[in-house]
């Protein structure tokens, strides 16, 4: 059964940092890109930042220069670290797994996480 356990997120300050976590099982991790999406009320649900199975990175126009993801194929846990919070970052965020298997295994797969919520707020 595939998991994607978000952590870390909670109520900051503008300004403030918070690191979430995605920990992944039930997956061959180093095979799935991995992405961190966010939903805020009212809006769709939009890419945040991105990280290849070979390491290769993007990001939102929005959150350059203060957000950074990073994988730990070790651990199979995504991060996303948010410094200089505003508020318009507040919303659900999500961790994404996708990979294009084989088609006798199975072909594309993605999963999501259940998200965890990020209030910036004074």
């Keep these: 059964q595939v998991q994607l356990v978000e952590s870390g997120g909670g109520l900051v300050q503008p300004g403030g940092s918070l690191r979430l976590s995605c920990a992944a ?3 061959i991790f180093s095979i799935y890109a991995m992405g961190w999406y966010r939903q805020a009320p009212g809006k769709q649900r939009e890419l945040v930042a991105g990280v290849t199975s070979g390491g290769s990175i993007n990001y939102a126009d929005s959150v350059k220069g203060r957000f950074t993801i990073s994988r730990d194929n070790a651990k199979n846990t995504v991060y996303l670290q948010m410094n200089s919070l505003k508020p318009e970052d507040t919303a659900v965020y999500y961790c994404n797994a996708n990979t294009v298997l084989p088609t006798i295994l199975g072909g594309r797969k993605e999963y999501w996480g259940q998200g965890t ?5 004074s």
């Design 117 to 121: 919520q990020v209030t910036v707020s």
């Design 25 to 27: 099982s039930g997956i």
